[in-house]
C-alpha cells in the first residue's frame, strides 16, 4: 500500500474526499424522501401503457386501498370494537327525550295528512279538541315506539349495519382518508426514517470515502451510493418495528422499535382520527339507512309502525275499518309506516351529539387498544410498510446508484 500515493491524492482532490460523506447523508434522506412520498402519492394512477401494460406510479397505499383498509378494519372490528357492545351503551328513553321536539313535529304533520287524506270528512268534523286529543295520543306513544326501535336496533345491530364493510368502504372511496389515517399516525417515524438516512448515509460515506482513497475504482462510487439507498431505507423500516421489546445491545443502548414504544400516543392518535373521521355518527347513520343492509332497519321500523297504529286504534279500530273499508285501513298502515320511514333521516339527525357521546369510539379504541399483543399492535402500521415495501427500496439503491456514477465523472473530469 503506497501510503504517500493516498496523502498527495488526498492533498490533490481533498474537496472530493470531503464532500463523499455529506453527498452520502444527502442521498440517504433524499431517498428516504423520496420512498416516503411514493407510499402515498399520487393517489390516483399516473403513467402510460406500453403494448397493453400500464408502466407509471401509484402510491403504495391509494394502489392498494381495499386490501389496506380491509387489513386495518379487520384489526378495528376484531380486536378494538365490538359493535353490539357499543351501540348497548345508547339509552332508549335519553334517544326519545333527544328526538322529543323533531319527533312530535313528525308525527303531528303524519297523522294530519293521513287523515285528510283515507279520513277527510270525518277529520274535518272533529272539533280541535278532538283533534288534539287524537294528536296526543299518537304523540305520546310515539316515544315509546322509537325506545323499542333502539332497543331492537341495539340487540341486532350486525343484522342492520355492516361497520367494516362502512369504513372499508369510506377508505376506499376517499383514498386521501387512508393516507390521512396511515401517515398522522406514523408522522413520527416517517420522520425518523427520513433523518436516518442522514446519519447512516454520512457513515456509510466515510467508508465510502477510504475505500475509493485505496482503490480508486470508478464501481466504488455508484456500487456505495446504490448500497447507501438501499441499506439505509431497510435498516431505518426495521429499526421502527424491531425489537418488539427494549434489548440491550453491545451493553451500551437500549432499543425497541419506535413504533412499539410509543403506543400511547399513537393509541390516542389512532382512536381520534378514527372516531372523527370513520366511525362517525354521521357515517354511521348514513351506512345503516343507505347501506346494503338498510332493507333490515326500515323493516324493523316498518314492523314497529303497524303495530302501533293497530295498539293506538283500539276499540275505535272496527269503526274506522267500516267507514273506510279493511283494505282501505291496511293501504293506510302501509302509508303510515311508508312515510315514517322518509321521516327517519331527517329526524335521527338530531340525535347525533348525543350519540357520539354515548358511543365514545374514541376512549374505547385507546384503551382496547394498550391491550393488545405487540404483533397485534404492529399490524395497525406494518402492512402499510410490507406491502410494496422491495420496491421502495429498490427505488432508493437506483437513485443512490445514480448519484454515485455522478460523482465518477465530476471526480473524473
Do not use: C
Not at 279520513?119 to 288534539?132: D, F, I, N, S
Amino acid at each position: 500500500m503506497d501510503i504517500q500515493r493516498i496523502v498527495d491524492d488526498f492533498g490533490a482532490h481533498w474537496h472530493i474526499y470531503v464532500t463523499m460523506p455529506f453527498i452520502a447523508a444527502a442521498i440517504g434522506y433524499i431517498t428516504k424522501r423520496v420512498a416516503i412520498e411514493m407510499m402515498f402519492r399520487p393517489l390516483e394512477f399516473v403513467g402510460i401503457r406500453v403494448i397493453g401494460l400500464p408502466v407509471g406510479w401509484q402510491g403504495v397505499l391509494p394502489g392498494n386501498a381495499q386490501r389496506m383498509a380491509t387489513i386495518a378494519m379487520d384489526l378495528l372490528t376484531t380486536n378494538l370494537i365490538n359493535p353490539k357492545e357499543i351501540f348497548s351503551r345508547l339509552d332508549p328513553k335519553r334517544v326519545a327525550a333527544e328526538l322529543h321536539d323533531p319527533l312530535l313535529r313528525s308525527v303531528e304533520q303524519l297523522t294530519r295528512e293521513l287523515m285528510a287524506e283515507y279520513q277527510p270528512g270525518m277529520w274535518e268534523m272533529l272539533p280541535e279538541a278532538a283533534q288534539r286529543l287524537l294528536l296526543r295520543r299518537v304523540e305520546t306513544e310515539a316515544p315509546r315506539v322509537v325506545e323499542q326501535i333502539i332497543r331492537d336496533l341495539a340487540n341486532n345491530i350486525d343484522d342492520v349495519l355492516d361497520v367494516k364493510a362502512m369504513a372499508v368502504e369510506a377508505m376506499v372511496r376517499d383514498k386521501a382518508l387512508l393516507n390521512r389515517l396511515i401517515r398522522e399516525v406514523s408522522k413520527p417515524e416517517l420522520r425518523f426514517i427520513a433523518h436516518s438516512g442522514i446519519y447512516f448515509g454520512f457513515v456509510i460515506g466515510l467508508v465510502q470515502m477510504i475505500t475509493w482513497a485505496l482503490t480508486h475504482n470508478m464501481w466504488i462510487m455508484p456500487i456505495f451510493g446504490g448500497l447507501t439507498g438501499w441499506l439505509t431505507d431497510w435498516l431505518a423500516l426495521k429499526m421502527i418495528f424491531f425489537p418488539r421489546t427494549p434489548r440491550r445491545y453491545l451493553g451500551l443502548f437500549t432499543w425497541q422499535g419506535m413504533f412499539q414504544r410509543r403506543r400511547m400516543e399513537v393509541s390516542r392518535d389512532y382512536g381520534r382520527l378514527v372516531a372523527d373521521e370513520i366511525l362517525t355518527v354521521h357515517n354511521v347513520l348514513h351506512a345503516v339507512l343507505t347501506g346494503p343492509r338498510s332493507d333490515r332497519l326500515f323493516a324493523l321500523v316498518h314492523r314497529h309502525v303497524l303495530r302501533s297504529i293497530d295498539a293506538n286504534s283500539g276499540i275505535a279500530k272496527p269503526v274506522v275499518v267500516m267507514s273506510i273499508g279493511s283494505r282501505r285501513y291496511q293501504e293506510m298502515k302501509e302509508t303510515a309506516a311508508k312515510r315514517a320511514l322518509e321521516l327517519v333521516p331527517d329526524t335521527l339527525r338530531h340525535v347525533e351529539s348525543y350519540a357520539t357521546e354515548a358511543l365514545d369510539v374514541r376512549n374505547t379504541i385507546v384503551d382496547q387498544m394498550q391491550r393488545l399483543t405487540p404483533v397485534q399492535y404492529e399490524g395497525i402500521l406494518r402492512p402499510a410498510f410490507r406491502q410494496d415495501e422491495w420496491k421502495l427500496i429498490a427505488v432508493g439503491a437506483i437513485i443512490g446508484f445514480l448519484v454515485g456514477e455522478l460523482q465518477v465523472v465530476l471526480l473524473l473530469h
